[in-house]
T-cell receptor, first 107, second 115 residues
Framework: DAKTTQPTSMDCAEGRAANLPCNHSTISGNEYVYWYRQIHSQGPQYIIH???NNETNEMASLIITEDRKSSTLILPHATLRDTAVYYC????????FGAGTTVTVRA | EAGVAQSPRYKIIEKRQSVAFWCNPI?????LYWYQQILGQGPKLLIQFQNNGVVDDSQLPKDRFSAERLKGVDSTLKIQPAKLEDSAVYLC?????????????FGPGTRLTVL
């Protein structure tokens, strides 16, 4: 019952910015957009979340469109350690994970 | 700060056997979650506790799965009897509170193989 659509996979070059898109066209006004990532053989790790405004922290930036129907997670300088599955989640009262985007950072 | 602890990390059993997993959340976290993650899929919430009470167990197969958090701290998840389709990683997570913008911290998971 995931409410988001993400590409299955994407590659990016080490040191370059990685832009991960997410569509959430049925999002409602009080639902937040969350991003988690899961490195191989580890549990998911929180990255960032937002409601309407763009957000930035030490890991990433989150850009949410004005109509809130899509968002982009930006990893400003991707490293090999950023290789992981990235989950975009529209959260009402719980986290509902989809299949996510498998991001491979190449040297 | 210590993270979410889970044990065992790996378990192999035969179908129809029983198995139990243990989770110790981050100290002070009132909310505890158990997720099931089948290979190639995202985690699926099985049950959520607020202190020692169940908030959501709508996705828990109650004919064979049970979970408890008796003292509002650590928790156990049990499967009895196991089926082949229960092969998965079982993740425990905790958060300070259950409100929607609270970050969840995940443990490393227990990988269960049912033969």
């Amino acid at each position: 019952d995931a409410k988001t659509t993400q590409p299955t996979s994407m590659d990016c070059a080490e040191g370059r910015a990685a832009n991960l898109p997410c569509n959430h066209s049925t999002i409602s006004g009080n639902e937040y957009v969350y991003w988690y990532r899961q490195i191989h053989s580890q549990g998911p790790q929180y990255i960032i979340h937002g409601l309407k405004n763009n957000e930035t922290n030490e890991m990433a930036s989150l850009i949410i469109t004005e109509d809130r129907k899509s968002s982009t997670l930006i990893l400003p300088h991707a490293t090999l350690r950023d290789t992981a599955v990235y989950y975009c989640i529209v959260r009402d009262y719980k986290l509902s994970f989809g299949a996510g985007t498998t991001v491979t950072v190449r040297a | 700060e210590a993270g979410v602890a889970q044990s065992p990390r790996y378990k192999i059993i035969e179908k129809r056997q029983s198995v139990a997993f243990w989770c110790n959340p981050i100290s002070g976290h009132a909310t505890l979650y158990w997720y099931q993650q089948i290979l190639g899929q995202g985690p699926k919430l099985l049950i959520q506790f607020q202190n020692n009470g169940v908030v959501d167990d709508s996705q828990l197969p109650k004919d064979r799965f049970s979970a408890e958090r008796l003292k509002g701290v650590d928790s156990t998840l049990k499967i009895q009897p196991a089926k082949l389709e229960d092969s998965a990683v079982y993740l425990c997570a905790s958060s300070l509170r259950q409100d929607s913008y609270n970050e969840q911290f995940f443990g490393p998971g227990t990988r269960l193989t049912v033969l």
